[in-house]
């Protein structure tokens, strides 16, 4: 408090001394013009010291001329309680409990841009409510392998769904004056080895899948920071990497913003000075784990790039770049004086947090109409397993939270049948009994002495005797569960679930799998059970969300935004490509993990498509509890444009008798390419919602951009003349209807 409120006598100094405001602190002038003009009256060593961190979250400013400090916060689900200065460990504040959002993943499976706005502008209340002024994320790594730890911070597989989904949650963010930091830039797509892992991929599958949703971040979200990430990229560190940060994101997308490296991602001054690096962050805590202590003056772009400055070895044209980048991100954050107060755990946070869960459910599987239960109906409900209990908003690396309150689903079963619960609960197996993360500790003592047998036992004694089993279990963000810094190590269900549910479904008919997880399970059990949810982790509301979508008070409407893989052996990535890679030397000569991306741009359902495969569930699926017809596609060419337009709209029906939501998915297929190019790729979604007997008219536009693809040799985007279809259904693999359209010669 002291601090700041020196820098304001300070600033206050700097206006009388002169008699009038000076330029960069007078907010009705251009943005630039502020710029160039603190630029000009600062010494080299107020330069140095602004790109730089000066604790673990924070970097200072320039205190002589009232520029404010910048305040960094995880994460993309929910704001992080405060830490010490130069520590992990939090600060033990008593008033930083934040809300906890759904995981990005649920978020993609709204496939509905409003509820990413909903998201964005929440977090970002919440964010600047505790005074932040960059939200570390979102994070928008494309989906390439299940195994991938951070997948449930990620927003899927497919670049056209990312790229759409992005660009309001940054547009709500940094309507608080907050800036996204959106992350990690790229091809941060495993976990293991993150800070050796070198992709090699090639230019049309980097522009065609790896980069469109960090594109539409930069030029339609207008992010105002980015974040590099651990990995490398052509033999160079990803967060100082000429090719990706010059080259494409400060040079061909024309971005004004300012680069943040990921903590501890840089390893030497020459190429973070070159490489298109803003500000380095985390220098010795190698991420996760504890290096030397307040070692800021020694981090890479402190003292040593002083010094590399005064004897010549480095000029100055590089430092004003990165100066003015910070700048910008300064005043447009921390020194509008406009950007709202924002809030915290508010009522209508709380709303945005369910509505997003519900939402995001997908239920994936419902034989016979298993769900939805009927809330007065007089039954017995047996709940087994674990994550019915666990509370999962601590964990899972630097997205863990410190929530205000978490409802457990078992919590909020029992508490939306009120009087009329008849539940039996049964652990059935024991995974992760840890329930802290950074000295945040969950409320729950989960510890059980009883063996693996007697869990077992006991659950199937209670589906033995009851109406119906819900099974609560998946991933839970312990190690090599979802988990940051560690892949899994299996596509199958940890601890003996998938033993236990085949036991339940012996015992029971009526089995319902709620699978809470952020990425794709294998489900070999999937044809003995009769439903089939994947719940993904929910935040505050958890238990809430999930009874209300169980018990039919809301109507499923999520989608998958990844392939449903049966096994790893239908994911390109483990089919074709490598994983987790095979050593080699960086540029420097050190040794890294080449990983060939061989399968290109055959990801997720590029790939099943291509090679006729059958995931459990493919990508674009969900089910609702009513049904949707839908009629003909019709297709006009829109007139008076130079470009060649189509617009097509398809009639749909609910034909059930529920309200509900559906996600009218469009594909593009090209039937004749000089290129190999998918079977078909997502193009266009709409979620509308339908009252019974009602039906609407959905129109989709399609120009050339949507029929192209990236040529490596022109390094351009090409359509070629021809034959396309314009596919319309209600998965990627329930195409309901199509048109086709000729592209001419031009
Ligand atoms: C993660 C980032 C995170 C940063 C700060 C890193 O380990 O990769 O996503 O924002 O830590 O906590």
Redesign the pocket.
Known sequence: MKKSLAIIALAAAAVNASGATPTYLDDSRPLEERVEDALSRMTLREKVNLIHAQS??SAPGVPRLGIAELW?T???MGV?PEVLWDE?EQAEWTNDSCTAFPSLTALAATWNPDMAMLYGKSIGEEARFRNKSVL??P?INIYRTPLNG?NF?YIGEDPYLVASMVVPYVEGVQSNGVAA?V??FAL?NNEIN?HTSNPIVDDRTLYEIYLPGFKAAATEGNAWSF?G??NLFRGEHASYNPILMNQILKGEWGWDGAVIS????VHDTRTAVTGGLDME??SW?N??TNGASNAYDNYFLANPYYEGIMDGTYSTDELDDKVRRVLRLTFRTAMDRNRPWGSMGSDEHVAACLEIGQEGVVLLQNEGDILPLNPERKMKIAVVGENAIKAMTVGG???SLKARYEISPLDGIKKRLGDKADIVYARGYVGDTNNEYNGVVAGVDLTDSRSPEELKAEAIRAAKDADVVLFIGGLNKSNNQDC??TDRLTLDLPYGQNELIEALAEANPNVVVVNISGTGVAMPWKDKVKGIMQAWYLGNETGNTLASLIFGDVNPSGKLPYTYYATLEQCGAHALGEYPGHPGTDQLGNEVMDIPYNEGIFVGYRFTDKNNLTPSFPFGHGLSYTDFSYGEARVGRKEGTNEDVFTVTVPVTNTGNRVGKEVVQLYVADLESSQPRPVKELKGFRKVALAPGETRDVSFEVSNADLSFFDAATHSWVSEPGEFSLLIGSSSADIRSGVNITLLPR
């Open positions: 673990k979250f960094c995880d994460g993309p992080r992990w570390l994320g994070g951070r911070e930091c992350k990690h941060n993150r974040m990430g651990y990921d903590w501890g991602a962050f985390g805590t991420g996760l690396g630097s997205s940051e810094d």
